[in-house]
Protein backbone atom coordinates (compact mmCIF):
# COMPACT_ATOMS: atom_id res chain seq x y z
CA UNK A 1 0.00 0.00 0.00
CA UNK A 2 1.63 3.87 -0.76
CA UNK A 3 3.00 5.71 1.72
CA UNK A 4 0.91 9.13 1.13
CA UNK A 5 -1.81 9.30 2.88
CA UNK A 6 -6.01 9.63 1.61
CA UNK A 7 -7.13 13.05 1.68
CA UNK A 8 -10.30 14.66 0.31
CA UNK A 9 -8.43 17.89 -0.53
CA UNK A 10 -7.97 15.86 -4.32
CA UNK A 11 -12.09 17.36 -4.59
CA UNK A 12 -11.03 21.13 -4.63
CA UNK A 13 -9.53 20.75 -8.12
CA UNK A 14 -11.08 23.76 -10.41
CA UNK A 15 -10.77 24.47 -14.12
CA UNK A 16 -9.45 28.05 -13.01
CA UNK A 17 -5.78 26.31 -12.42
CA UNK A 18 -5.95 23.96 -16.07
CA UNK A 19 -2.12 24.97 -17.05
CA UNK A 20 -3.25 26.81 -20.59
CA UNK A 21 0.31 27.65 -21.80
CA UNK A 22 1.74 24.49 -20.03
CA UNK A 23 2.78 21.56 -22.17
CA UNK A 24 0.89 18.75 -23.18
CA UNK A 25 2.04 16.32 -20.44
CA UNK A 26 1.61 19.13 -17.68
CA UNK A 27 -2.27 19.48 -19.31
CA UNK A 28 -2.66 15.56 -19.57
CA UNK A 29 -1.51 15.16 -15.81
CA UNK A 30 -4.04 18.18 -15.20
CA UNK A 31 -6.38 16.01 -16.33
CA UNK A 32 -5.81 13.06 -14.13
CA UNK A 33 -6.40 14.76 -11.15
CA UNK A 34 -10.10 14.79 -12.37
CA UNK A 35 -9.87 11.10 -13.29
CA UNK A 36 -8.77 9.75 -9.61
CA UNK A 37 -12.27 11.28 -8.57
CA UNK A 38 -14.02 8.36 -10.37
CA UNK A 39 -16.04 6.12 -7.89
CA UNK A 40 -14.56 2.38 -7.91
CA UNK A 41 -15.14 -0.97 -6.20
CA UNK A 42 -14.25 -0.67 -2.19
CA UNK A 43 -12.82 2.91 -2.95
CA UNK A 44 -9.99 0.28 -4.11
CA UNK A 45 -8.99 3.04 -6.40
CA UNK A 46 -7.73 0.51 -8.97
CA UNK A 47 -5.35 2.79 -11.74
CA UNK A 48 -2.44 3.85 -13.00
CA UNK A 49 -1.39 6.43 -15.44
CA UNK A 50 1.55 6.92 -17.63
CA UNK A 51 1.68 10.40 -19.46
CA UNK A 52 3.49 10.96 -22.30
CA UNK A 53 3.42 13.71 -25.01
CA UNK A 54 0.20 13.67 -25.77
CA UNK A 55 -0.44 10.23 -24.87
CA UNK A 56 -1.91 8.90 -21.17
CA UNK A 57 -2.15 5.31 -21.00
CA UNK A 58 -4.35 3.70 -18.58
CA UNK A 59 -3.74 0.41 -16.85
CA UNK A 60 -5.42 -1.69 -14.01
CA UNK A 61 -3.14 -1.77 -10.63
CA UNK A 62 -3.24 -5.61 -9.89
CA UNK A 63 -2.29 -4.82 -6.54
CA UNK A 64 -5.45 -3.23 -5.91
CA UNK A 65 -7.22 -6.11 -7.18
CA UNK A 66 -10.45 -7.05 -4.56
CA UNK A 67 -9.28 -11.02 -5.60
CA UNK A 68 -12.09 -12.28 -3.19
CA UNK A 69 -15.19 -10.10 -4.26
CA UNK A 70 -14.09 -9.81 -7.83
CA UNK A 71 -12.82 -12.81 -8.92
CA UNK A 72 -13.28 -12.21 -12.72
CA UNK A 73 -11.93 -8.51 -12.34
CA UNK A 74 -15.40 -7.58 -13.60
CA UNK A 75 -15.21 -4.55 -11.54
CA UNK A 76 -11.38 -4.12 -11.40
CA UNK A 77 -12.45 -3.28 -15.45
CA UNK A 78 -15.62 -1.32 -14.54
CA UNK A 79 -13.27 0.93 -12.06
CA UNK A 80 -10.79 1.54 -14.59
CA UNK A 81 -13.36 2.89 -17.29
CA UNK A 82 -14.94 5.10 -15.00
CA UNK A 83 -11.64 6.69 -14.56
CA UNK A 84 -11.06 6.88 -18.43
CA UNK A 85 -14.24 9.10 -18.66
CA UNK A 86 -13.38 11.47 -16.09
CA UNK A 87 -10.62 12.30 -17.93
CA UNK A 88 -12.14 12.51 -21.77
CA UNK A 89 -14.87 14.29 -20.01
CA UNK A 90 -12.04 16.89 -18.89
CA UNK A 91 -10.28 16.37 -22.06
CA UNK A 92 -13.30 17.32 -23.59
CA UNK A 93 -14.08 20.89 -21.73
CA UNK A 94 -10.60 21.86 -22.18
CA UNK A 95 -10.96 22.00 -25.88
CA UNK A 96 -9.57 18.14 -26.56
CA UNK A 97 -11.15 14.98 -28.70
CA UNK A 98 -9.62 12.61 -26.80
CA UNK A 99 -9.36 9.60 -28.92
CA UNK A 100 -8.92 6.26 -27.21
CA UNK A 101 -7.17 2.78 -28.03
CA UNK A 102 -8.22 -0.48 -26.39
CA UNK A 103 -5.95 -3.02 -25.93
CA UNK A 104 -5.30 -6.50 -25.70
CA UNK A 105 -8.38 -7.27 -23.22
CA UNK A 106 -6.04 -9.95 -21.48
CA UNK A 107 -3.24 -7.26 -20.22
CA UNK A 108 -4.24 -5.40 -17.32
CA UNK A 109 -1.02 -3.46 -17.82
CA UNK A 110 -2.36 -1.02 -20.81
CA UNK A 111 -5.71 -1.32 -21.03
CA UNK A 112 -6.60 2.02 -22.79
CA UNK A 113 -4.19 4.77 -24.38
CA UNK A 114 -5.80 8.26 -24.43
CA UNK A 115 -4.51 10.31 -26.82
CA UNK A 116 -5.08 14.19 -26.46
CA UNK A 117 -6.20 16.02 -30.30
CA UNK A 118 -7.49 19.43 -30.01
CA UNK A 119 -10.54 19.37 -31.97
CA UNK A 120 -14.61 18.70 -31.52
CA UNK A 121 -15.78 14.96 -30.21
CA UNK A 122 -18.09 13.38 -32.67
CA UNK A 123 -20.13 12.52 -29.88
CA UNK A 124 -19.51 15.53 -27.52
CA UNK A 125 -20.38 14.54 -23.81
CA UNK A 126 -22.70 17.29 -22.60
CA UNK A 127 -20.93 20.07 -20.98
CA UNK A 128 -22.54 19.75 -17.26
CA UNK A 129 -21.19 17.27 -16.92
CA UNK A 130 -17.48 18.63 -16.24
CA UNK A 131 -19.29 20.52 -12.88
CA UNK A 132 -20.19 16.86 -11.85
CA UNK A 133 -17.07 15.55 -11.85
CA UNK A 134 -16.21 16.86 -8.39
CA UNK A 135 -19.36 17.32 -7.11
CA UNK A 136 -20.67 13.30 -7.94
CA UNK A 137 -20.84 11.14 -5.26
CA UNK A 138 -22.40 7.54 -4.37
CA UNK A 139 -25.45 7.62 -1.74
CA UNK A 140 -26.01 4.80 0.77
CA UNK A 141 -29.11 6.35 1.69
CA UNK A 142 -32.47 4.66 1.48
CA UNK A 143 -34.40 6.17 -1.54
CA UNK A 144 -37.49 8.05 -1.49
CA UNK A 145 -40.89 7.17 -2.78
CA UNK A 146 -40.55 8.91 -5.55
CA UNK A 147 -40.37 7.98 -9.31
CA UNK A 148 -38.09 8.39 -12.01
CA UNK A 149 -39.73 10.41 -14.32
CA UNK A 150 -39.64 9.25 -18.18
CA UNK A 151 -37.82 12.59 -19.09
CA UNK A 152 -35.21 11.77 -17.01
CA UNK A 153 -34.99 8.40 -17.94
CA UNK A 154 -34.66 9.45 -21.52
CA UNK A 155 -31.55 11.48 -20.57
CA UNK A 156 -29.84 8.55 -18.58
CA UNK A 157 -30.02 6.95 -21.37
CA UNK A 158 -29.07 9.37 -23.59
CA UNK A 159 -25.61 9.72 -22.32
CA UNK A 160 -25.48 5.80 -23.40
CA UNK A 161 -23.37 5.82 -26.43
CA UNK A 162 -21.49 2.28 -26.37
CA UNK A 163 -23.03 0.16 -29.00
CA UNK A 164 -21.69 -2.72 -27.07
CA UNK A 165 -23.23 -1.44 -24.22
CA UNK A 166 -27.16 -1.55 -23.12
CA UNK A 167 -28.61 0.17 -20.28
CA UNK A 168 -31.89 -1.87 -18.55
CA UNK A 169 -34.50 -0.29 -15.71
CA UNK A 170 -35.89 -2.02 -13.82
CA UNK A 171 -39.34 -0.97 -12.06
CA UNK A 172 -41.65 -3.66 -12.08
CA UNK A 173 -42.61 -4.57 -8.17
CA UNK A 174 -42.49 -7.91 -8.86
CA UNK A 175 -38.67 -7.77 -10.62
CA UNK A 176 -37.32 -5.88 -7.86
CA UNK A 177 -38.29 -8.24 -5.19
CA UNK A 178 -36.83 -10.43 -6.82
CA UNK A 179 -33.61 -8.46 -7.06
CA UNK A 180 -34.16 -7.67 -3.57
CA UNK A 181 -34.16 -11.11 -2.73
CA UNK A 182 -31.17 -11.99 -4.65
CA UNK A 183 -29.24 -9.60 -2.92
CA UNK A 184 -30.03 -10.42 0.66
CA UNK A 185 -28.74 -14.58 -0.91
CA UNK A 186 -25.74 -12.99 -2.05
CA UNK A 187 -25.10 -10.98 1.41
CA UNK A 188 -25.35 -14.06 3.13
CA UNK A 189 -23.18 -15.54 0.81
CA UNK A 190 -20.68 -12.88 0.71
CA UNK A 191 -20.22 -12.37 4.34
CA UNK A 192 -19.96 -16.09 5.27
CA UNK A 193 -17.06 -15.96 3.25
CA UNK A 194 -13.94 -15.74 5.65
CA UNK A 195 -11.79 -14.31 2.59
CA UNK A 196 -14.50 -11.54 1.81
CA UNK A 197 -14.52 -10.48 5.15
CA UNK A 198 -11.09 -9.86 5.47
CA UNK A 199 -10.77 -8.02 2.25
CA UNK A 200 -13.72 -5.88 2.41
CA UNK A 201 -12.28 -5.43 5.85
CA UNK A 202 -8.94 -4.15 4.91
CA UNK A 203 -10.74 -1.36 3.11
CA UNK A 204 -12.95 -0.23 5.29
CA UNK A 205 -9.82 -0.71 8.01
CA UNK A 206 -7.21 1.74 5.76
CA UNK A 207 -10.02 4.50 5.61
CA UNK A 208 -10.78 4.22 1.84
CA UNK A 209 -14.38 4.14 2.37
CA UNK A 210 -14.57 7.23 4.43
CA UNK A 211 -14.49 6.81 8.55
CA UNK A 212 -12.35 7.89 10.74
CA UNK A 213 -9.47 6.15 12.37
CA UNK A 214 -11.23 5.02 15.03
CA UNK A 215 -14.34 4.43 13.43
CA UNK A 216 -12.57 2.41 10.14
CA UNK A 217 -10.76 -0.09 12.84
CA UNK A 218 -14.09 -0.73 14.76
CA UNK A 219 -15.68 -1.21 11.15
CA UNK A 220 -12.80 -3.36 10.05
CA UNK A 221 -12.93 -5.31 13.03
CA UNK A 222 -16.83 -6.15 13.25
CA UNK A 223 -16.70 -7.13 9.03
CA UNK A 224 -14.27 -9.50 9.77
CA UNK A 225 -14.88 -11.12 12.93
CA UNK A 226 -19.03 -10.80 13.64
CA UNK A 227 -21.63 -12.71 11.80
CA UNK A 228 -23.36 -9.71 10.14
CA UNK A 229 -24.91 -11.47 6.69
CA UNK A 230 -28.55 -11.23 8.21
CA UNK A 231 -28.01 -7.55 8.57
CA UNK A 232 -26.03 -7.06 5.57
CA UNK A 233 -29.16 -8.62 3.63
CA UNK A 234 -31.58 -7.18 5.49
CA UNK A 235 -30.34 -3.32 5.07
CA UNK A 236 -29.53 -3.94 1.11
CA UNK A 237 -32.51 -5.30 0.20
CA UNK A 238 -34.64 -2.53 1.79
CA UNK A 239 -32.41 -0.36 -0.11
CA UNK A 240 -32.86 -1.81 -3.62
CA UNK A 241 -36.75 -2.16 -2.38
CA UNK A 242 -37.20 1.59 -2.00
CA UNK A 243 -35.40 2.72 -5.33
CA UNK A 244 -37.96 3.30 -8.16
CA UNK A 245 -35.21 1.94 -10.57
CA UNK A 246 -33.25 -0.72 -10.46
CA UNK A 247 -30.61 -0.06 -13.50
CA UNK A 248 -28.33 -3.00 -15.14
CA UNK A 249 -25.60 -2.45 -17.68
CA UNK A 250 -24.88 -5.00 -20.04
CA UNK A 251 -22.82 -5.92 -22.80
CA UNK A 252 -23.23 -8.77 -25.40
CA UNK A 253 -19.15 -9.52 -25.16
CA UNK A 254 -17.97 -10.40 -21.34
CA UNK A 255 -14.61 -9.40 -21.92
CA UNK A 256 -12.18 -6.64 -19.95
CA UNK A 257 -12.95 -4.10 -22.76
CA UNK A 258 -16.46 -4.28 -22.93
CA UNK A 259 -15.66 -3.61 -19.18
CA UNK A 260 -14.21 -0.97 -19.85
CA UNK A 261 -16.69 0.84 -21.79
CA UNK A 262 -19.25 0.33 -19.42
CA UNK A 263 -17.66 1.81 -16.15
CA UNK A 264 -17.42 4.75 -18.63
CA UNK A 265 -20.87 4.44 -19.92
CA UNK A 266 -22.16 3.50 -16.14
CA UNK A 267 -19.85 7.37 -14.90
CA UNK A 268 -21.25 9.50 -17.72
CA UNK A 269 -24.80 8.37 -16.19
CA UNK A 270 -23.41 9.02 -12.66
CA UNK A 271 -22.46 12.40 -13.94
CA UNK A 272 -25.59 13.35 -15.24
CA UNK A 273 -27.81 11.83 -12.90
CA UNK A 274 -25.27 13.85 -10.55
CA UNK A 275 -26.49 17.11 -12.33
CA UNK A 276 -30.42 16.02 -12.21
CA UNK A 277 -30.73 15.24 -8.39
CA UNK A 278 -30.81 11.77 -8.95
CA UNK A 279 -28.89 9.65 -6.50
CA UNK A 280 -26.86 6.66 -7.96
CA UNK A 281 -25.96 3.62 -5.85
CA UNK A 282 -23.78 0.28 -7.49
CA UNK A 283 -24.57 -2.82 -5.56
CA UNK A 284 -22.67 -5.61 -6.67
CA UNK A 285 -22.86 -8.76 -4.51
CA UNK A 286 -25.62 -10.38 -6.93
CA UNK A 287 -22.93 -9.51 -9.63
CA UNK A 288 -20.17 -11.27 -7.71
CA UNK A 289 -21.81 -14.77 -6.99
CA UNK A 290 -21.96 -16.39 -11.19
CA UNK A 291 -24.77 -18.27 -9.80
CA UNK A 292 -26.38 -15.37 -8.87
CA UNK A 293 -25.55 -13.29 -11.58
CA UNK A 294 -27.39 -15.88 -14.18
CA UNK A 295 -30.39 -15.73 -12.20
CA UNK A 296 -30.09 -11.66 -12.76
CA UNK A 297 -29.82 -12.53 -16.21
CA UNK A 298 -32.55 -14.35 -16.46
CA UNK A 299 -35.07 -11.07 -15.01
CA UNK A 300 -33.74 -8.60 -18.04
CA UNK A 301 -34.58 -9.35 -21.92
CA UNK A 302 -33.71 -12.53 -23.77
CA UNK A 303 -31.47 -10.49 -25.94
CA UNK A 304 -29.92 -8.05 -22.82
CA UNK A 305 -26.96 -9.66 -22.64
CA UNK A 306 -24.25 -10.85 -19.54
CA UNK A 307 -25.11 -8.24 -16.44
CA UNK A 308 -21.91 -6.13 -16.01
CA UNK A 309 -22.82 -3.47 -13.47
CA UNK A 310 -25.83 -2.72 -11.22
CA UNK A 311 -27.20 0.47 -9.61
CA UNK A 312 -30.03 1.65 -7.52
CA UNK A 313 -31.32 5.48 -9.09
CA UNK A 314 -33.31 7.73 -6.75
CA UNK A 315 -34.02 10.27 -4.70
CA UNK A 316 -32.70 11.09 -1.39
CA UNK A 317 -32.85 14.49 0.95
CA UNK A 318 -29.40 13.74 2.08
CA UNK A 319 -26.34 14.82 0.84
CA UNK A 320 -23.72 12.21 -0.12
CA UNK A 321 -20.14 12.52 1.49
CA UNK A 322 -16.80 12.38 -0.73
CA UNK A 323 -14.88 9.55 0.41
CA UNK A 324 -11.20 10.51 0.30
CA UNK A 325 -8.48 9.45 -2.54
CA UNK A 326 -4.64 8.89 -2.75
CA UNK A 327 -3.04 11.67 -4.47
CA UNK A 328 -2.33 11.74 -8.02
CA UNK A 329 1.21 10.92 -7.64
CA UNK A 330 0.45 7.61 -6.17
CA UNK A 331 -1.05 6.53 -9.31
CA UNK A 332 1.92 8.32 -11.90
CA UNK A 333 4.09 5.92 -13.61
CA UNK A 334 6.87 7.64 -15.12
CA UNK A 335 6.66 7.52 -18.95
C1 LIG B 1 -17.58 -1.32 -10.06
C2 LIG B 1 -18.13 -0.68 -8.79
C3 LIG B 1 -18.79 -1.46 -7.86
C4 LIG B 1 -19.31 -0.88 -6.70
N1 LIG B 1 -20.03 -1.66 -5.81
C5 LIG B 1 -20.56 -1.10 -4.69
C6 LIG B 1 -21.33 -1.88 -3.76
O1 LIG B 1 -21.53 -3.08 -3.95
N2 LIG B 1 -21.84 -1.27 -2.67
C7 LIG B 1 -21.64 0.07 -2.44
O2 LIG B 1 -22.14 0.59 -1.43
N3 LIG B 1 -20.92 0.84 -3.29
C8 LIG B 1 -20.38 0.28 -4.41
N4 LIG B 1 -19.65 1.05 -5.28
C9 LIG B 1 -19.44 2.47 -4.98
C10 LIG B 1 -18.06 2.67 -4.33
O3 LIG B 1 -18.07 2.17 -3.02
C11 LIG B 1 -17.71 4.16 -4.37
O4 LIG B 1 -17.57 4.54 -5.71
C12 LIG B 1 -16.40 4.46 -3.65
O5 LIG B 1 -16.55 4.22 -2.27
C13 LIG B 1 -16.00 5.91 -3.86
O6 LIG B 1 -16.99 6.80 -3.38
P1 LIG B 1 -17.67 7.86 -4.33
O7 LIG B 1 -18.30 7.13 -5.47
O8 LIG B 1 -18.70 8.53 -3.46
O9 LIG B 1 -16.61 8.80 -4.81
C14 LIG B 1 -19.13 0.50 -6.46
C15 LIG B 1 -18.47 1.28 -7.41
C16 LIG B 1 -17.98 0.71 -8.57
C17 LIG B 1 -17.28 1.57 -9.60
Known amino acids: MPAASLTRSVWDVTADDFPTDGTREEQ ?6 YAILAPSSHNSQPWTFEVGGNEIRIAADESRWLDAADPDRRELYISVGCAVENCCVAAEH ?3 DPELEYHDPGSADNVVTV ?17 ALTTRATSHEVFEDRALGPETRERLRDVVHETDVTLHFVDDPEAKGTISELQAEADRLQM ?27 GQAVVTHLDIGDREAKKNSKLIQSAPVVA ?14 TGQAFERIALLASTEGVAVHPISQTLERPEMRERLEHL ?11 FRLGYTDGEAEHTPRWPLETFLAQA
Open 28 to 33: ARFLLR
Open 94 to 96: FGF
Open 115 to 131: TLEKGEPANPSPPELVD
Open 192 to 218: DDPEYRTELGHWIGNGALGSSWLAARI
Open 248 to 261: VLTTGVDDPTARVR
Open 300 to 310: LPDDAGRPQHL
